[in-house]
């Protein structure tokens, strides 16, 4: 004779073990197909910029504002980039989210970053991407995918996001 609560635990244990198996496999299919990045097109200094008109780029989207402290430290590292990788097909935008932008513009005046700065004081952009942190970085491949994220900046990590965008220009 069954046991009618062994054999209700039995179900309830297949039944996990069934909808574990496809979350892992939803999780494997999303692993394979890296997400669309937002859309945006925004003013930069001297005209606009929009997502869409680089494709067959690879780009290094980062969210900054002039008051956060380590967005200081990450603009020397993203100029560092953007002249050792420019060549080889890396855009850099760095989106400010500064509602004042005289703020904006201090900052940029003690950097002058070799590379596209736009500015999104609503925070659009930044709410398609889903910042948390700031600054925040996300690689976008050619085809327009968002490949590899970093929040937050640490001189120790850079190795690491370098690696990855070595390894999307080689594709």
């Known amino acids: 004779m069954i046991n009618p609560h062994l054999a209700a635990r039995r179900g309830a244990a297949l ?3 069934s909808l574990s198996l496809v979350g892992h496999s939803r999780m494997a299919r999303a692993a394979t197909a890296p997400p669309p990045a937002a859309a945006f097109e925004l003013p930069t200094r001297d005209g606009t910029v929009k997502l ?3 494709r067959d ?3 290094l989207v980062d969210f900054w504002a002039s008051w956060c402290g380590p967005c200081r430290q ?3 590292w993203l100029a560092t980039m953007s002249e050792r990788y420019g060549k080889a097909g890396l855009v850099v935008v760095a989106i400010d989210l500064d509602k004042d932008r005289e703020a904006a513009q201090a900052f940029l005046r003690e950097f002058s970053p070799p590379f596209t700065v736009a ?3 609503a925070g659009t952009s930044a709410e ?3 910042v948390k942190t700031m600054p925040s970085s996300f690689l ?3 085809a327009g995918r968002v490949v590899y994220s970093h929040s ?3 001189s120790r990590d850079t190795g690491t996001l370098e690696t990855q965008i070595q390894e999307e220009l080689s594709k």
């Open 57 to 59: 780029k690879v780009v």
């Open 74 to 76: 990450s603009f020397p």
């Open 140 to 142: 976008v491949s050619r």
């Open 152 to 154: 937050g900046f640490n």
């Open 15 to 17: 039944l996990l073990l």
């Open 128 to 130: 398609a991407f889903a």
């Open 52 to 54: 869409a008109a680089l």
């Open 119 to 121: 500015f999104d004081p």
